[in-house]
């Protein structure tokens, strides 16, 4: 069956469907990682987006649902230059046409990933639609155009909360849209492991965890003004707090800090980020619109503590004086890279009395 990719600025692709048989509008974005692509479809900071993959061959390996990122796939349509059918791997459960069929997801294959790559790279992030039916472009073009990405942390954080693992270290994780891997890999490290819907007060919070841990998430960061005052609470204390992309960002807003969306944002699992303490360069996971402006940083408060090293972004601050450091890039990340994984030690550490200030 055809299928076919309308933009916002007039531009049509024809390709083939797959998936579900479903009409989508949506933000378009395209992700650079060569494996993962389960991860992908399962990160909740992918909510209110449709993925175009740049990697020319996706679903070789099917679907393994231990690999999900969340309880369900958050995207809302998959573009993809060709579509492997049968996946081949001892592990798989599912094939991926199959995975999407059965989460009301639909696709688009066959079409120039590489050029629609290039276009959103040179015009920004655009809204667009996946159909199956043909329209005159006239028709629907406004319709496509007035899409915005809007209350997505409300669609992917948990309803209540709930405990994962045992420990002697007790981690309150506020859910943004929380990959799973966070919590994993707290767990592991002998951490119980409490994770808090969104809007939870900080109040139910404070004095009663050894630390706490605020996740990614989808999103305009500047929408979440009732978590960003509870979180200004949070800070006012002493406890360790980490935080990772979504978190990372609602945190500098608590303290004063500007963000801005990015042209067409960081989505991939090959970004160099580089500690400026170490001059050391780390290759990582990320999945972003929107950004931490530096220039509204105040260097007597927050401390600079990764920068991009493709763009000069900010991938990382410490808070002075505080038990408190974020990251924009995911140190979970699943299926990788694993380069970052060692800031889970890092925040034990702050757990443990040590005080970045």
Known sequence: MKAYLILEDGHVFEGEHFGAEKEIISEFVFNTSMTGYLEVLTDPSYAGQSVVMTYPLIGNYGVCLDDQESVEPFV???VVNELARLGSHFRKDIDLEDYLIEHDIPGIQGIDTRFLTKLIRNQGCMNGMITTHQYEIKDIIDKIKVFRVSNVVDQTTCDKPYTLGSGN???????FGAKRNIARELVKRGCEVTVFPAHTKASEIIDKYDGVMLSNGPGDPSECQDIIEELKILSSTNMPVFAICLGH???ALAHGVKTEKMKYGHHGANHPVKDLDTDRVYISTQNHNYVIKEDSIDKNLIQVWFKNVNDG????????????KTVQFHPEACSGPLDTSYLFDEFLKMIGGKNNG
């Open 249 to 251: 960002q609602l945190m």
């Open 313 to 324: 972004t900010v991938e990382g601050l410490k808070y002075i004086n505080k038990n408190i």
């Open 76 to 78: 809302s349509g998959f």
């Open 169 to 175: 270290i007790h981690i309150a994780l506020y859910d």
